[in-house]
Nanobody
Framework: QVQLVESGGGLVQAGGSLRLSCAAS????????MGWFRQAPGKEREFVAA?????????YYADSVKGRFTISRDNAKNMVYLQMNSLKPEDTAVYYC?????????????????WGQGTQVTVSS
């Protein structure tokens, strides 16, 4: 069982930066692929970024955030991060941390086994 708790959301002006953090419980965190999703008002939840569990820690990004967002993990601290730069008003959403043993469950079918409660990110123009 894995429990996920996000933090770091807030209000920022367009062009600014935020770093989201996700604290994971569980002794096997290092064997889970992790990711971030977001859901804007009136829209479906969408994939943002993912990172594999292996030593190479391969990363994956949605086209809309590629080059602006960076996902990383610290297995020693059971933490996952999403560094968000050059933020745009269209990045406004509730951001969710997610985890699964299979990277395909995050990047492909977007049905990871574990979800956090979400953190609000608001980007003003």
């Amino acid at each position: 069982q894995v429990q996920l708790v996000e933090s770091g959301g807030g209000l920022v002006q367009a062009g600014g930066s935020l770093r989201l953090s996700c604290a994971a419980s569980g002794r096997t965190f290092s064997s889970y692929a992790m990711g971030w999703f977001r859901q804007a008002p009136g829209k479906e939840r969408e994939f943002v970024a993912a990172i594999s569990w292996g030593g190479s820690s391969s990363t994956y990004y949605a086209d809309s955030v590629k080059g602006r967002f960076t996902i990383s993990r610290d297995n020693a601290k059971n933490m996952v991060y999403l560094q968000m730069n050059s933020l745009k008003p269209e990045d406004t959403a509730v951001y969710y941390c997610a985890g699964d043993r299979l990277i395909q469950s995050i990047v492909g079918v977007a049905t990871p086994s574990y979800w956090g409660q979400g953190t609000q990110v608001t980007v003003s123009s």
